[in-house]
Structure formats: structure tokens, C-alpha cells
């Protein structure tokens, strides 16, 4: 743009701050910072978009460091050996400790809910079968307690029928599993098979034991042993003669796995 002198319309250079004709003072301009094509740059779209791109930077980082958090909370689940049949589901306790793949028909109690708690409890002191499912080794202890317990909703009225208990215990975890399958072996219940399992990324004491309820009543538990950060697991998985099919055994012990440390 051209400059002119306010006094007497002398043309100006663009550095000049006085007229060279009638010696007026000129003021200083400031020259607008202009685009490649000429135009007024637009100074303000730039930083916003800096400041746009910063906040997402900044989310994704926080994002990724909060999903890296949970990844290390929680381990990763081996892939079971067991694929879930028609008719069955995933069980899971509420605090995430475990799953297991039950039939859909089976009755499911949580200790950590406080009305099942309540029913848990009620029926470990109605069910002999109950209480001795994990013996050997809860009998060694006085801190086990039911963490979980599925049962078939088609058992005779006079049998245990078949069911799935899950116990925790501090006591026990001091114990290595070699060791407990040891001390499981000096109990007075009948073990028919004890073994060190290595399976699909999982160690663990399997146990076979034989419970005598009465003179004509028996039971066979298949139980699961294993340690932990804070405490060890014993799963046991008990039916009476003819009462849950070797397959439907094999699903429930092959797809059961632990989740918290």
C-alpha cells in the first residue's frame, strides 16, 4: 500500500518517517505478516491447532498408560483345554478370581454376594458332602472358607448329586503344591491318584479322593491345588457313582482356570 504525507499528500517511501517535502512526522506502521499469495496471515489457527493436537497427544498417553495398568492387573487367560459345549456357559466368581465352563442348569452361589453368602454357609452346615469335598487338605486348617460353590438342579433328593466348590486359604498357600500333595497323602481320607499337573500354562496338585458318606454312599472328588500371591485355591468337583458323564468331568477340570494372582 502506498504512503502519503497527511500534510500535503507527498508520496512516501515506506521507511520514512518524515515527510522529505514539508518535513511533517510520519507515524510508524507495522507491516502485517502476509502469506506466500500475499494475503494477511492468520497468526491464531496455527497455535490452536498446536494446542489441539497436544491435548490428543497428551489423551493417548494417558490412555495407553491406564490400559498398560489393567493389562498388569489382571493376568492373561490361557487358552483352555476345553471348548464350551451347547448348553453351557462361563462362570466366574464376582471378584474375578477364577472361571469355569458349567452346565447352564446349575445353581451358581457367590460368597462375595451377601445373600448367597448367607445361603453358602446354610447349606456347608445341612451337607456332610459339603464340608468333606476338600478334605484332605481343609482339614489341616482352620481359615478355609467357601469362595464358590455350582450344583446340578437334578439330583436325587437322598444324594449330594454332582457340584463344583471352590475354597481359599491363606494357611495353605505357605505350602508349596509338592508339599501339599504330601501332607494330602498323610490324611485319613482315601486318595486314589496324586499328581503334579502341567497344563496349557497351568501348575497345579490333582488329587482323586473317595468319600464315604455313609455304609452306601460314596463320592468321588476331583480336586484342583493351587497357590498364590495371597492365597491358595483347592477346587474340588464331586459326583456320586454315575451321576456326571467322565466327558462332562473333563470339561468342567479342563476349562477351569485362575485369574487372580
Not at 80 to 95: H, S
Not at 172 to 195: F, H, K, P, Y
Amino acid at each position: 500500500m502506498e504512503r502519503r504525507c497527511a500534510n500535503c499528500d507527498q508520496l512516501l517511501l515506506a521507511d520514512e518517517s518524515v515527510c522529505w517535502q514539508c518535513g511533517q512526522p510520519m507515524p510508524q506502521q507495522v507491516a502485517e505478516p502476509q502469506t506466500s499469495s500475499g494475503a494477511k496471515e492468520d497468526t491464531g489457527r496455527p497455535r490452536a491447532a498446536l494446542e489441539i493436537y497436544a491435548v490428543w497427544t497428551a489423551l493417548i498417553v494417558i490412555a495407553a498408560l491406564a490400559v498398560t495398568f489393567l493389562l498388569g492387573q489382571q493376568p492373561r487367560v490361557q487358552a483352555a483345554n476345553a471348548l464350551l459345549p451347547d448348553g453351557w456357559v462361563v462362570a466366574t466368581d464376582r471378584q474375578r478370581t477364577f472361571i469355569v465352563f458349567l452346565p447352564e442348569q446349575w445353581e451358581q452361589l457367590d460368597a462375595a454376594a451377601d445373600d448367597e453368602q448367607q445361603q453358602l454357609h446354610q447349606l456347608f452346615g445341612e451337607r456332610e458332602a459339603y464340608r468333606r469335598a476338600t478334605e484332605p487338605l481343609t482339614g489341616f486348617v482352620q481359615d478355609a472358607e467357601p469362595l464358590f460353590l455350582a450344583r446340578g438342579s437334578d439330583a436325587p433328593a437322598a444324594s449330594a448329586g454332582a457340584f463344583l466348590i471352590v475354597m481359599r486359604s491363606r494357611l495353605l498357600n505357605r505350602l508349596t503344591e509338592t508339599e501339599a500333595m504330601g501332607l494330602a497323602q498323610e490324611g485319613d481320607v482315601a486318595i486314589s491318584d496324586a499328581r503334579h499337573v502341567t497344563d496349557f500354562g497351568r501348575s497345579y496338585v490333582g488329587l482323586r479322593v473317595v468319600v464315604h458318606l455313609s455304609d452306601t454312599e460314596e463320592m468321588i472328588c476331583r480336586q484342583q491345588f493351587t497357590t498364590g500371591a495371597h492365597e491358595a485355591l483347592l477346587l474340588a468337583l464331586c459326583t456320586a457313582p454315575g451321576q456326571l458323564s467322565p466327558s462332562a468331568i473333563d470339561t468342567i477340570l479342563g476349562s477351569t482356570q485362575r485369574l487372580a494372582p
